[in-house]
Every structure is written in C-alpha cells, then in structure tokens.
C-alpha cells in the first residue's frame, strides 16, 4: 500500500528565495527530505490565477519566469521537471463534472519552481499545475481541495503555494529586515489557532476575519491555494508548522504541513 503523503502549504514570497539561502529555504528542504518520497506533486498556485480551472498537460512543462525587475540570473534559472500526463487526467477524472481543461500552454510559474528548486533540488519528480479559478468562491476552492483528498493516497503531494498574509502594497522593499507589523502578525496568529482548532469553516469564510483581513488579503490569490490544503486535509493528520517568518513586515511565509 502506498504511504500517504501530506498535504503542504507554503508561504514562498520573493522570487529570489529560490536563488538563496535563508531559514525558509532551509526549512523548505528539510520539509523534502523528511516527508514520504512522492511520486509525482501536483501544485496549486498563486500565479495561475484565471476564470477557468486549467491542469498542465505536457510531457516537458516550461519554466516560467512570471516576474519583472530581478537579476539576471533569477531568469536563466530552469527547474526542469517532467509532467504526468496520468495524473492530469487523474486531476480531470477526480473534479468531474467540473470542467478542467487539459492546458498545454503554461507549465511551471515561480509560485511552484522557487519552492520545489529547495524541495527536490534534483527535478527528479513529475510536476503538475492545476489552475485556480478567479471568478469562484472560497468555499468552491475548498471543496476542490476535499475531491484531490484521495491524491495523497496515491503517492501524490498536494502542495498549494501562496502566502496567507500577502501585502506588497506594505512591502518594506527598501530594508533588508524589518519587523512584522501588527496587523500581519495578529491575522497570521489568528489564521494558525483557527487551522490547530481544525476551525475551517471560519478559514473558508477569511472575509468575516475582521477588518484586518481585508489588510492581509487584499486580493485573493495568494490565500486561497491554503484552502486546498485544508479540504485535502484527514482529521487524523497532525498539523505541523514547519517554516514560520514575516518578510518585508507584510508577507506571511508561514507552511502548513497536514499529514
């Protein structure tokens, strides 16, 4: 019987993260080298954000470099991982009757390469994204994530990537450190004690957050691939915490591991 594999989230914030080492990218490698090997990941990203849900569906997905303004060589890097055909078609028999179109356009973007570049250095494990649809709700994300549930038995790592506390407009870009300020440090909190209590509901619904919520997530995008974790979750998984971190004082890199 396969092992099951968990469930990750990853807050993974600046692209240069895949070019550094720093305790998140640390972190983001001992979480690869002390989880189940899976034999494929299927990633949920912040930056395949459309109206439609959409699964990569090629045999050698592109690196793309979604992002303007870094060093050069932030551009040349390539992390070459194949794709799964079976498993997209897998991703596309497990949402039935959701339309999933099987895109041989996109590949991976920098939500899913900086991450798995400190996961699986080697590129040696089979990559598929899946889409997030920009005009559905948080509670269709969430049930999304509960129809991928049976991936984890199946060798699969489920991995969403995005940040549940995400303000660039906060962003302090010209200091190299800086500490966290009040309003992402209290929602992170608050986010953690709700995902410990298994509270998913109130997750789902981070709109009735308070107001600070609208300060954390102005738009969507990047909280929601959390949401997939949490319904691929089994209320027998422990919950771990294993990279914690606010960047620029408005970036949450906080990892949610199920399992």
């Known amino acids: 019987m396969t092992q099951r594999i968990p469930a990750l989230f990853i807050g993974h914030g600046n ?10 990218t640390e972190g983001w490698a001992a979480i690869g ?17 459309l109206p439609g849900i959409a699964v990569t569906s090629m045999r050698r997905p592109r690196t793309i470099h979604d992002f303007g303004g870094f060093p050069q060589h932030l551009y040349e890097l390539e ?16 949402l039935d009757p959701v339309p999933v179109e099987a895109d041989l356009g996109w590949g991976l973007d920098h939500g899913t390469w900086s991450v798995l570049c400190h996961l699986y250095p080697k590129a040696d494990i089979p ?5 997030i649809d920009a005009s559905k709700t948080a509670m269709f994300h969430y ?3 509960q129809s991928l549930r049976p991936l984890r038995d199946e060798g ?32 992170e909190s608050r986010c953690r004690a709700l995902i410990r209590q298994r509270e ?6 981070y709109e009735g957050l308070g107001e600070v919520a609208a300060m954390c997530i102005p738009t969507p995008e990047h ?17 771990q915490f294993p990279v914690e971190g606010i960047d620029g004082g408005s970036i949450s890199m906080l990892a949610v591991q199920m399992g």
């Open 127 to 131: 990559v598929v994204q899946l889409s």
């Open 156 to 187: 699969v790592l489920l991995m969403g990537s995005g940040n549940i506390v995400h303000n660039l407009g906060a962003y302090a870009w010209s200091r190299s450190s800086v500490q966290p300020f009040d309003w992402a440090q209290r929602f």
């Open 143 to 145: 049930r999304l994530g």
């Open 33 to 49: 080298a002390s989880i189940p090997l899976p034999r494929a990941v299927l990633s949920i990203s912040a930056h395949w954000y």
């Open 223 to 239: 909280y929601l691939p959390l949401l997939y974790v949490l319904g691929a979750a089994h209320e027998s998984d422990a919950i």
């Open 200 to 205: 998913h509901a109130a997750l789902v619904d």
């Open 79 to 94: 992390y070459p991982a194949r794709g799964d055909l079976q498993l997209a078609h897998r991703v596309r028999e497990l």
């Open 15 to 24: 692209p240069m993260n895949a070019l550094l080492s720093n305790p998140w």
